[in-house]
């Protein structure tokens, strides 16, 4: 007797078991075999199905579901905003990483020359500012202005040179290197406020 109890116990929990097996026709054109709901949260619907664990976006969701199981648009909306602000913080950190790498190397080689005048070295010193080695390679003295440089940030970004400045802070609008000599210029650019100041690498205007 007490045999017979136990099996008709066991029959009665594995009919409960398949009554509470679902088939969800999804809006995407999937049906998903839904076992057990676990867990639900502002966006997403999570379930047991016979292959594992599935979450489901609950717009997704056969009207009649959608009803017991509400999208929240204001938490949604609340969760991408903040989704954004951490990828923006994300890259903003990425190119603080990117200013301090470059600090560890002061000198930077630049390519690209301007009529027998070259770029030798960079040396970011500080926001909107790089000091660029510079050497003449032609029989006779140049001259450099302050309009012929574009420097690009750490971000990529690209800019035009403003005016040029030395250790004291003069402001200069341009400067002669005399035949097969160097020397290094502090140049000062144009950077919108709001944009990452920090300098990466100069060239010539016309490249």
Known sequence: MKR???VVALLGLAMVGRAETQQWAL?????VTVVKVLS?????????CPDGILQIDKRQLPEALQEQYPY???????KQSA??????????QAARRA????SHSPQRTVGGSAGGVAIVS????????????????TASMVEVTRDMFIGETVAGLRFPSQRFTNPRGDHLTRI???????TEIGVIFEIPEGEVPDIGAVYWRQQ
């Open 4 to 6: 017979f109890l136990v």
């Open 176 to 182: 002669r290197i005399a035949a097969n000599a160097t």
């Open 99 to 102: 200013q301090l790498d470059r």
């Open 122 to 137: 960079i040396r970011a010193t500080g926001p909107a500012l790089a000091y660029v080695t510079i050497t003449n390679r």
């Open 72 to 78: 929240d648009a204001v938490a949604a909306a609340a």
């Open 83 to 92: 989704e954004a602000a951490a990828s923006q913080a994300a890259q903003e």
């Open 27 to 31: 809006t995407d054109g999937r049906t």
């Open 40 to 48: 639900q949260n502002p966006t997403h619907v999570t379930v047991r």
